[in-house]
């Protein structure tokens, strides 16, 4: 079925099928995750759309194009904050834990993978259960605390023996190539032999890349037939077409190499190599051809070609040099764009705060709060919010200037920021328009929302207004209103409620402050003009 005439719970079900894999063919996989966040936007479904775009972020980090991953993650991480969507916040630090670890950062990769793990909440799938707990061991290898990363790594095999997964076979490959690069041979064969038997037990056949981990460790320790036995069963297995990338088959041809030299299979060794060789060239495969140089000096020096396996160490050594500029290259360039996408992001959100700043007072306008009042009133029973209204303004800048207007509307604007952040430290006002400002005040019940109130409308009065407003006095009138005030707990009404409030302060003589109790046993009044 083509992604677009899916609905939006196979949507899902496919792309969770592409979130709990290890291994993928990256570039094919690419492709059908942007057909699948074309569907999901079609759909209007978001969270569909931003796990395929994680995902695409994925396969284009395992296509080597890490820079544009780490360009890419910040936006769906931000969105899955935004959404708090823990699921995908957790799958976007373990990718972002693997950026860093490629940038050699791995105090920040162990981060990640900490976050990664702590984000896991019941709606985890087993998968994710088993297999951020051994990125986490991974990280903690990586920042060189071996006996944490032993104790992660038993946490995730222990998980997954109950639950019975398959993601079991993943945690012991990586634990045993771990335990292989510390030097600890009896231990990597120790967890590669338990890989072997239980995905027998399980009746699991072993992928490719695990036979090479076997293969390699074996070849470490000396038993060369088993390990060129484990290299034949993963060179029939990656032919099969089902597992990893054809780039992996240099690699294997080269753990072949050691095991046939081990053997003293020397011209089956050097074929290996001749076919890694031209894999690594065809396919410009750096990392790979360091490798192969290597094993092709060894394999001379086993020959008793010591000339020989000298040329080809040096070559080994000016191609391991290349490949080294080459990647602080590569981590150059992902950092830059972290750093452009960084500095991007924060350009937003310093545009997104301007936009809900009025450009006069610096105060909030009213777009925050149409984006904060409705969930402070969802949430807060004691909230109260007060409309504030300078009295006679039109005589301010009709007789000294609308300069002088302007500068008077800054410093009430600086007055009521400073003694309401005092008051209630969780409160904001914000211009509404003209000389009218609004003030909200959560977890403040109206009795003492009027109290502090009128303390500030006596502070705005008591200015030393006289170098800007020479004889015109300047002074507020207030209309208060909690929720239990308004028809009903709603922006609208409330605000509602404290503008009938506010008029009645102004009709009352203005300079005053007017709530509910102030008006009980009178009738309501239209709004104020």
Known sequence: MNERDMDAETLSAVLLTIEDRRSWDAHAELGRLIEIERAAIELGDELIAARARLCQINMRMRTGDVAAAAEQIWHVHQWSVDHD??????RTHLVWSAIHLHLGDAEQGLEHAVLAVELLDDDATDHMNIWHRTKLADA???????????????????????????????????????????????????????????????????????????GSIQA??????????????????????????????AQYLVTLAQAQRGLGKYQQAQASLDEALRQCLERDLGESLVRMHQEQAELHAARGDYAAAFAAHKTFFEVYHQQL????????????????????????????????????????????VDERLPDLIRTDPALTVALVDLDHFKQINDQLSHDV???????????????????????????????????????????????CLDGIRRTIRNQHWLPVTRHLPVTVSIGVAGLADAPEPAQAPLLSTADSHLYAAKHGGRDRVVSAADLRGFAGHASAA
Not at 222 to 249: F, I, T, V
Not at 352 to 364: C, I, K, N, S, Y
């Open 85 to 90: 969507a823990h699921q995908l916040m957790a």
């Open 325 to 368: 500029s080459l990647q602080r290259e590569g981590r150059a360039r992902t950092r830059q764009a972290m750093f452009e996408t960084a500095e991007a992001r924060q350009d937003a959100e310093r545009f997104r705060e301007q936009a809900r700043r009025d450009p006069l007072t610096g105060l909030h306008n009213r777009r925050h």
């Open 140 to 214: 903690l290898y990586f920042a060189d605390d071996m006996d944490a990363a032993r104790q992660r790594y038993a946490q995730a095999e222990e998980m997954a023996v109950s639950l019975g997964s398959p993601a079991l076979l993943c945690m012991l490959n990586n634990y045993a190539y771990v335990e292989s690069c510390t030097g600890n041979q009896q231990r990597a064969e120790d967890v590669a032999n338990r890989l072997q038997r239980l995905a027998a037990e399980w009746d699991l056949p072993l992928e490719p890349a695990f036979l090479d981990t076997i």
């Open 405 to 451: 207007g302007d500068q008077v509307l800054v410093r009430v604007a600086q007055v009521l920021a400073r003694e309401v952040a005092a008051v209630c430290p969780d409160g904001f006002v914000a211009r509404m328009g003209g000389e009218e400002f609004l003030v909200v005040l959560p977890g403040t019940a109206v009795p003492r929302a009027t109290v």
């Open 220 to 249: 470490a320790g000396g038993h060369y037939a088993a390990a060129e036995e484990s290299m034949r069963l993963c060179l029939e297995r990656h032919a099969e077409g089902q597992w990893d990338d054809a780039n992996d088959m």
